[in-house]
């Protein structure tokens, strides 16, 4: 436990028990493991020891981004995907260190540019006495660069594919080291409900663009919604019920999946609709095979 003035960073994995980025007030951030499914934790730590013997002089506000590590085969050593929340305006910088720290290069944003807000740079510092705990950030620049906590990003390009999802690259540096990296996003736009409002091919295609981005590394994909776990959890089941396919797999349990899936994050397929959309991208994924082989 760590307390400068207003500055707070807490690193409760002994008591808290799935992985959460903290950032305190003054932008120090730490990786937490947690127990609860809730969404935000926000702390007050004004003359209280309520994180087992934190004082502070001066009221603090804790934002926690949770995520979890998705493992498809049982493997711990080979995540495949890390699903996670949309950043709020407060977690942002939070956000790009889960990134940098997990070694991820390719992003899944399944939440439509109209949920999403522009945010300044290192706004947790701006000194505001409170923290927005329900506005989704938009959090990359729209051109040129901008700072989030220790990390600058940098727009390089961006692209269209028909009007239903935008790839963008940017690259991402940290400013201590001077190491860059370059990161693709794949942002798909047509994903306002809790199914896609277009047909389960435009969805099997993003997934296949996806899927050829990152064929030859070994680093996780980060893919986010509001929640980390309805349209996440929708899309990693489709990917995951079509990657055992391709494997040659002969029989597919989709319940089991799914509990695979939810063992390693909560809430994982939020509705009945979002299984029958799993159902059907599946059975046009498995006739296009068909068709491609007869």
């Known amino acids: 436990l760590l307390s400068n003035r207003g500055n707070v960073y807490i690193n409760a994995s002994l ?12 932008g120090q951030q730490g990786l937490e493991k947690e127990r609860q499914s809730t969404r935000q934790i926000r702390a007050r730590a004004s003359g209280s020891d309520g994180f087992g013997g934190l004082r502070t002089s001066q009221q603090s506000f804790v934002t926690v981004l949770e995520f979890a590590i998705v493992h498809f085969d049982h493997d711990p050593r080979t995540p495949t995907y890390i699903a996670a929340e949309t950043p709020l305006p407060g977690t942002v ?12 290069v390719v992003i899944v944003c399944l939440e ?9 740079e290192n706004c947790l510092d701006s000194g505001r006495d409170s923290v927005d705990t329900t506005t989704q950030a938009r959090y990359w620049p729209p051109e040129g660069c901008s700072m989030y906590g220790k990390f600058e990003v940098r727009f390089v390009s961006e692209h269209s594919s028909c009007g239903d999802f935008i790839i963008r690259s940017f690259y991402l540096k940290e400013v201590e080291s001077g190491e860059t990296r370059t990161i693709t996003q794949f942002h798909f736009l047509k994903w306002l409900e809790d199914v896609p409002s277009c047909d389960v091919k435009t969805v099997l295609d993003f997934r296949r663009k996806v899927n050829k981005s990152f064929r030859a590394k070994k680093s996780p ?6 929640d980390g776990s309805g ?11 079509l990657n055992r396919i391709n494997k040659g797999v002969k029989e597919l349990d989709v319940a089991a999946s799914i509990e695979h899936l939810r063992d390693q994050r909560h809430g994982m397929i939020k509705s009945k609709e979002q299984f029958k959309f799993v159902l059907a991208s599946i059975a046009e994924e498995v006739n296009s095979m068909l068709n491609a082989v007869g």
């Open 112 to 120: 439509p540019d109209s949920s999403l807000e522009q945010v300044m």
């Open 221 to 226: 994909v980060v893919v986010h919604c509001i």
């Open 15 to 26: 008591v808290l028990g799935q992985n959460r980025y903290v950032v305190g007030q003054g």
């Open 93 to 104: 910088a939070a956000f790009w260190q889960m990134v940098w720290e997990q070694f991820a």
């Open 231 to 241: 349209k996440t959890g929708t899309y990693l089941l489709i990917d995951l019920v």
